[in-house]
C-alpha cells in the first residue's frame, strides 16, 4: 500500500495520522480510498466541479512533483505529498 | 588588488555542441537597436493609452466621470471595470503553478469598488498621443471615500485593522494559495489573513531538548522590485473576424492568451499573442497589466491601443516583492549537527492574496538533513501593490535569516561554516521539512568545490574586512512545453519553439537540436513561435525554460531523425533496422557504401516524400532543485558603515551547462540582484501607503560600477531526469548573497544586522548599539 502522508492542516481529519496507508494505482484512485477511509479529506485536495486536484494542489509521487495529478501511477511502495504548488520567478 | 580567477566549469560529461559557447542568434539585433521589443510596436491607426491611477492606498471608489475626457479632441476611448463582467471568484490552475484567483486579478488590472494601493489602475483612456491621454486624465473626476490604510503586516493582523476585502476568506488549505473568495451568503467577519500553511516533521519539542545549543533569530525584508530595465507594455488590436491580436512584453504567452480569454470572456482560439523580446522579466512578467486594459480601450475605439508603463507606473503599480519577517529557532548538538529547526515566516502579499510564502517555507531548510522541524507561513494582505515573483520567490528572506542563523550557532561552536554545512547537508534521500525525499542534487559537490577555492583559502587582510559565506536552495519548475524541427532543403533546420527567451534559452534549444542532430549548432535557427505558431508552453519562469522545453527540442529533433532513417530506408530499400543515424550521417549498418549525410537528405526530401518536420509536446517530470554557495568578502566603513564588496564568488550546481556563458551569466546577475537587495534596495513608503522614491534615482539598484567582477564555478551533477542532464540555473543564485554579505559584515564589524537592506545607516546604528552610544 501507498504511504500517504497528510497535510498538516488536514490531520484532523485522519486522527492526528500524519502518513496513512492507503491502496490505489493512480493518485485518483489513491485520493477515493483515502476518502473512504477518513471522510473528508477529498474535498480538501481535489475539485468536484474540474475532476482534478483543487488548484495550487501539487501532488509529489516518489520525490517528484507530477505533471500528472490525477493519472500519475502510484506502485504499491510509493511516496505521496500533497503540498501546496509553487510558483516560480 | 584583488586577483582575478577565471570562471570554471567542473564538467562531468562532455558533449560535441551542448557545453560549448556559440554566439547566440538574436545577440546583434539586440546590441545593434534592431530587436524588435513591446513598444516598438508600430501599427496602422495606432493610438496611446494612458491609466489613471489611485492617489490613496485604500479608498472606495463612488463614482467616476469621464465626460470631459470624452469631450476632447483626439481622446477615442475610456474605460474602467465597468467595461468588463466581474470573473468568478473560483481560483484556476492555468498550468504549471499558474493559478489565479481572476477576480483578484482582474480587480488589480482595474480597480472595482475599491483603490486598494497608491497607484492602482482607476480608469484607461485611449488618444491620438501620448500626452494627449495624460492630458485627458487630468479631466476625469473619481469620488473617493478615503479610507485608513494598512501598511504593515502587523497593522493588518490586529483586530480592529481596516479590512481590504470583506470577501476574503482565510484558508489553511494547502491548494489554495492564491486566496479564496467566501460565498455570497457567508456573512462573517473580513480578514487579512489569506492564508496559513504548517508542515511538521518529527517531533519538534523531543529535537530541541536534545539540543546542547539553541539560536533564536528573527529578520525583517523590505519590499524591493525586480528592477527589470523594460516597463510593461501592452498592444491589442481587434481584428475584422472578431479575434484579438496583443503584442506583449511577457514571460508566458499562452498564460497572455489564457487570461485575456478568461476576462474577456472570448475563446482562447481568438486570442492570438505574440511575444515580443524582453528586456528583463525575472518572475514579474508571468502576469498581465496593460494588455486587458489594451483591448478594452482597443475595442471601444475600434483601432489599435498600445498601454506602456512609465518606470513610475512600474514601481507604484507592478508587482514588487515581498516585505518579510522571519523568526528561526535551531537546535544543534555540540559536534554541530542540527536536530531541530522551526520557522515562522509572515510575508506580505499587497493588496491581493498571493506572497510567495509557500516557497519560502519549501526552501529555508531544505538544503539541510534535520530530523524534527515545524513550519508555519503567513499570507497577510495590505494596502500596497500585488506582490509578483522575484527569482526564487519566498527564498532568499527565506535563507537570509536561516543563513544567518547558521553563521551564529557556527561562531558559537567554533565551527567552520562550509564543515558545518558538509555535516548537515541534504543528499538524495534526505526528508525535507514538508514531507518529500530529497532527489539526487549536487550540495556536497558545490560545498566541497567552495571550500577548495582559492577565494576561501585567501587570507583576507586589512581592518573593517570581513568574510562571509551562505548557501540557497530553490526546487525548479517545469511544465508544459512545445517545439518544432522544421528541415530545410539546404540542410538547415527551422526550430520553433514556445518559450519566451528571457537569458539566451533559444540558444540553448538551438544547442540541444544540433547535438542531437549531430549539425552545427549555426545551422540550427531558432525562434520563438506566438500562440498560434507553436504548441502550448507554459510560462518562461521558475529556472524551467531549458529544461522543460530543452526536452521539447530534443524530442522533436528524435522525430526528424526518425524520419530521416525511415526516409532513407525507402530510398536504399531496406529495412528502417538497417540504417543508424551517427553525428549527423544516415548509415547502413553493415554496407559502408550506403552513406547519406543529414544535409543530402534534407535536399532529397520533397523528392523522397515530403517536407520532414520534427515535433513534439511534453510534460517533463524531475526538474530537480539545485543549490548554491556564495563566497564574499567586504570592506566596512568604520565611519560611515558603507560596505564595499571586495571579491565575490558563486559556486552552483547546474546539472549540465549548455551554453557556460549563459549561465555565468545568470549565476552573476543573480548575485548582484541579491547583492541590491542586500543593501540597497528597498520601498520608502509613507504611513498613507505611498512609495516616496519610486524613480531609479532614488531606488538604488548596483550598477557594474560598483561591483567587483562575480567569479562562478559551475559544478556539473547531472540530473537523471533529462538527457543532457540539465537542472534549471537562473534562480537559485539569489538566494544566498544576502545572508553571505551579513555574515561578511557580521566579520568586518562585529555586529549582526537583522534586517534588509543593510545600508550604510542601519550597519552604523547596529555598530552604535552594540557599544552602548
New interface residues.
Partial sequence: MADV?I????QILTDGN?RVQVVGRTVRQIINNLETQYPGTKS??YDEEED??????AV?V???????GLLERVEEES?V????????? | MVDYQPNAVLSTQEFKVVGSRPIRHDGADKVTGRAQYGADIQLQGLLHGKILRSPHAHAKIKSIDASKALEMPGVHAVVTSADWEQPSGKIEDLAEGSIHNLRFLSNNVLAYDKALYKGHAIAGVAADNPHLAEQALMTIKVDYEVLPPVVTFRDALKGDAPILHERLQSLSNPGLRAGGYKSDDDTSKGTNLANQFEFKLGDIEKGFQEADLIIEKETNTSAVHQGYIEPHTGTARWNTDGSLTVWSSTQGHFNVRDLMSRMLGLPVSKIKVIPMEIGGGFGAKGIIYSEPVAALLAKKANRPVKVTMSRTEVFEASGPTSGTNVRVKLGATNDGKLVAAEAHLTFEAGAFPGSPVPGGCNCIFSAYDIPNTYLEGIDVVINKPKSAAYRAPGAPAAAFCMETAIDELCEKLGMDPLEFRLLNSAKEGTRRATGPLMPYVGFVETLTAAKEHAHYSTPLEGPNRGRGVASGFWGNGTGPASAMAIVNNDGTVNLVEGSADLSGTRVAFAQQAAEVLGIAVEDVIPSVGDTESVGFTSNSGGSGATFKTGWATYEAAQDVKRQMIARIAKVWEVSEGDVEYVDGVLQHKSDPELKMTFQQVAARQNATGGPITGQAGVNPGGAGPCLATHIVDVEVDPETGKVTVLRYTAVQDVGKAIHPGYVEGQIQGGAVQGIGWGLNEEYFTSDQGVMMNSTFLDYRMPTSLDLPMIDTVIVEVANPAHPFGIRGVGEVPIVPPMAALSNAIHGATGVRVNQLPMTPGAIMEAVWDKNGK
Avoid: C, K, N, Y
Avoid at chain 1, 482534478?52 to 494542489?57: A, N, S
Fill in positions: 502522508w497535510p498538516t492542516g488536514m500524519q480538501r485536495i482534478d486536484l483543487l488548484p495550487g494542489v509529489i516518489d520525490g517528484e512533483a507530477s505533471q500528472l511516496e505529498h500533497f503540498l501546496p504548488a509553487i510558483g516560480g520567478g
